[in-house]
């Protein structure tokens, strides 16, 4: 039975990227985000307008996608409520957010160097996408829309089935954050039929593991 409901957060549950950028200094920000959506080898990234990270994509064009696996919520939670706008926006200051310009030190994460864009990695992040800023559009009045295009990517090897380019999605378990709350599951919980129609190579892996088992 369905109730009607006034939804006040559409919030279901989306990985949690931090995104690598370069503040108008030199120095280097990270920013905690889940509002994200891939096709293809693009990106659609949603922040709020206000952000040092939003001014940094429209200014230099370029960042890095961090995907953050399950175990790294400590480190997540220690950039939650750090903001690198100083002055800290007033609707942040009201949530007790507070402004911090070392976001890589206070979150204990370790900054790398890209290949193809000033922007840095985190090196203790499985998986890092160099992308450029194609679009940007104004969403929702307070928020901008970016269209990012990935450039390189950077995999944990042991997170790439061998012989292919694809991504083994039982051994890659990111963390999911579903109404501000954090989640990493890990675990098949039922088979996928389109999995089976693309012939993806997972399928082959399990079975390899299965009989070896």
């Known amino acids: ?58 200014r230099e064009r370029e960042c890095v996608l961090n995907l953050v696996a399950s175990d790294m919520a400590a ?3 220690r950039l939650a409520p750090l903001t690198g706008s100083d002055p800290v926006p007033e609707g942040k200051l009201a949530k007790g957010y507070r402004f911090e310009a070392d976001k890589f030190g206070a979150a204990g994460l370790t900054e790398q160097e890209s290949e193809l864009v000033q922007a840095p990695r985190v090196a203790e992040c499985p998986i890092q996408l160099e992308c450029v800023v194609e679009e940007a559009h104004v969403f929702g009045g307070t928020a901008t829309a970016f269209e990012v295009r990935v450039v390189r990517a950077h995999v944990e090897e042991r997170l790439v089935i ?38 993806m190579p997972h399928q082959r892996l399990r079975e390899e593991r299965a009989s070896v088992s």
């Not at 380019?165 to 389109?194: H, Q, R, T």
């Open 1 to 58: 039975m369905h109730v009607r409901a006034d939804l006040k957060v559409l919030y279901f549950g989306t990985p949690v990227v931090l995104i690598g950028s370069r503040n108008p200094d030199g120095s280097a920000n990270l920013a905690p985000m889940s509002s994200a959506w891939w096709l293809g080898q693009s990106c659609m990234l949603g922040m709020g307008s206000r952000s040092r990270t939003t001014a940094n994509l429209l």
């Open 75 to 77: 480190a997540v939670d």
């Open 162 to 199: 061998p012989g292919t380019d694809y991504i083994d999605p039982v051994a890659w378990d990111p963390l999911i954050m579903k109404f501000c709350e954090y989640f990493g599951e890990g675990a098949n919980v039922a088979p996928s039929s389109l999995a089976s129609a693309w012939r």
